[in-house]
């Protein structure tokens, strides 16, 4: 799958612009590459903290709630850049294509990763 990524990290960064960030203000976006479509994700907090919902979450779940579960790409904007999280890295494991790549992204910096380089040992349900 080819990945216009320049292009995947423009649709984040706009994403950003709709960041729901009061408490932490740090706003993230996040854009998704899967089935031949883009699905904009920005983060979602909550006066009750733990219910804040991250930015590349929105995304892929817009994604499967369409009825898409092949991720091919998921670009993360912030500034300054952010990893995802543990939870995300989850999420992915269990909707990423097996050559899905990873793009953080932040002012004048884009990384490219494979899933397996964020998250090496993948919990999914090949293990049971
Ligand atoms: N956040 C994301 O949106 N994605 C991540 O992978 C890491 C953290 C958000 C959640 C929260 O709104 C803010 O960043 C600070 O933790």
Known sequence: MRVDIDNL???AKQA?????????NFSV????????????????????YGLTM?????AIFKAVS???RSVDAVAIYAEPKAYPCG???????????????VIVAGKNV?????????LPHIFSKDTF
Request: charge should be negative; glycine fraction near 4%; hydrophobic fraction near 40%.
């Open 87 to 101: 939870a995300c890295l989850q999420v992915m494991a269990e909707f990423c294509s097996e050559d899905c790549k």
């Open 66 to 68: 369409d009825g898409c």
């Open 110 to 118: 884009v990384e490219v990763y494979a899933l397996s380089e964020l």
């Open 9 to 11: 990290v423009s649709h």
């Open 29 to 48: 976006g996040a854009a998704v590459l899967a089935c031949d479509r883009i699905y904009h994700g920005c983060n979602v907090e909550n006066a009750s």
């Open 16 to 24: 950003r612009k709709n960041a729901y960030a009061p408490y932490s």
């Open 54 to 58: 991250c930015a590349e979450r929105v």
